[in-house]
């Protein structure tokens, strides 16, 4: 995706001859890269956390907090791959392609509905079995 970037501004800059489709390739590419992400960095704790509340919530509430927050998130994660079914069920049946390149879209949104729900099984599994960063005293990465 970056050497596709750097080709396609290079020949623009150098030569006035991008590569077409260019824009096309590289949100397709990012699909994969972001949802293919999003299970792994949410098991690892990979993601950014900003604990504001830790230091104001006494610590009983704290984990319970924890589990709400998997909750609803698996539940938007839930969502965001139902839409992403549907979509992609749309996209197949019409044919759908970007303006500049003949790649059936639809490919890259079952991509994006595993990855959702790939994600919402992390967080109804720390739903479940809260992480022990989220105990009173436990450490943030």
Same mark, same amino acid.
């Given at each position: 995706?970056?050497?596709? =970037?750097?080709?396609?501004?290079?020949?623009?800059?150098?030569?006035?001859?991008?590569?077409?489709?260019?824009?096309?390739?590289?949100?397709?590419?990012?699909?994969? =890269?972001?949802?293919?992400?999003?299970?792994?960095?949410?098991?690892?704790?990979?993601?950014?956390?900003?604990?504001?509340?830790?230091?104001?919530?006494?610590?009983?509430? !704290? !984990?319970?907090?924890?589990?709400?927050?998997?909750?609803?998130?698996?539940?938007?994660?839930? +969502?965001?791959?139902?839409?992403?079914?549907?979509?992609?069920?749309?996209?197949?049946?019409?044919?759908? =392609?970007?303006?500049?390149?003949?790649?059936?879209?639809?490919?890259?949104?079952?991509? +994006?509905?595993?990855?959702?729900?790939?994600?919402?099984?992390?967080?109804?599994?720390?739903?479940?079995?809260?992480?022990?960063?989220?105990?009173?005293?436990?450490?943030?990465?």
């Amino acid at each position: 995706m970056m050497l596709l =970037t750097c080709a396609d501004v290079f020949l623009r800059y150098l030569f006035n001859a991008p590569i077409e489709g260019t824009l096309d390739l590289t949100q397709m590419l990012m699909v994969i =890269t972001v949802f293919f992400g999003l299970a792994y960095c949410g098991w690892t704790g990979g993601h950014v956390v900003v604990d504001l509340l830790r230091e104001l919530l006494p610590a009983k509430v !704290i !984990i319970p907090l924890a589990v709400v927050v998997n909750a609803v998130g698996a539940v938007a994660m839930l +969502a965001m791959a139902w839409e992403s079914v549907q979509t992609s069920l749309t996209y197949m049946l019409t044919g759908e =392609t970007p303006m500049t390149v003949l790649i059936p879209k639809y490919p890259f949104i079952w991509i +994006a509905a595993f990855g959702a729900l790939t994600y919402a099984g992390v967080l109804l599994f720390k739903t479940v079995w809260p992480d022990e960063r989220d105990e009173p005293g436990g450490s943030s990465p």
